[in-house]
């Protein structure tokens, strides 16, 4: 009796924690592909001093963070993927009040170009998408 209890915790403990590897949206005939059921998230966050780094947890299709990095360099943390499903997209919009602030990645699960350098008054947006198991850099612009 033990080792079927045993059994089941296992089983449940790793539904609950992984990532799903299908999108959010159906792709069968019958299933709703129409966008109607996915969701988006916006969160904001300012730079302090020292060293700093924003904790991401994306559980929506699309989650938009928009980064101010006023004092030094800044973080992009490794993205918590237990939420995460097959083409959920992170855009990040990065803002500097003056020119040479990064914004870096330095994520196993992050596979892109490397850091954004910020310009006076300048934005910059990198896009990532969700491939089952890493985040895949789309595109990145700058002004």
């Known amino acids: 009796m033990k080792k079927i209890f045993i059994?089941?915790?296992?089983?449940?403990?790793?539904?609950?924690?992984?990532?799903?590897?299908?999108?959010?949206?159906?792709?069968?005939?019958?299933?709703?592909?129409?966008?109607?059921?996915?969701?988006?998230?916006?969160?904001?966050?300012?730079?302090?001093?020292?060293?700093?780094?924003?904790?991401?947890?994306?559980?929506?299709?699309?989650?938009?963070?928009?980064?101010?990095?006023?004092?030094?360099?800044?973080?992009?943390?490794?993205?918590?993927?237990?939420?995460?499903?097959?083409?959920?997209i992170i855009k990040i919009i990065v803002q500097s009040a003056s020119t040479g602030k990064k914004l870096t990645f330095k994520s196993p699960l992050i596979i892109g170009q490397g850091a954004v350098t910020t310009t006076t008054k300048g934005k910059a947006v990198v896009a990532f998408i969700f491939d089952g198991a890493k985040w895949v850099e789309l595109y990145r612009l700058a002004q």
């Open 7 to 88: 059994l089941i915790m296992l089983f449940v403990a790793v539904g609950i924690m992984a990532q799903s590897t299908s999108p959010r949206f159906g792709t069968l005939k019958n299933q709703d592909n129409t966008g109607r059921i996915l969701t988006y998230s916006y969160v904001t966050a300012t730079d302090a001093a020292g060293f700093d780094s924003i904790k991401t947890a994306p559980n929506t299709y699309e989650t938009i963070y928009n980064l101010t990095v006023s004092t030094d360099s800044l973080r992009f943390g490794s993205p918590n993927v237990k939420f995460s499903c097959a083409g959920d």
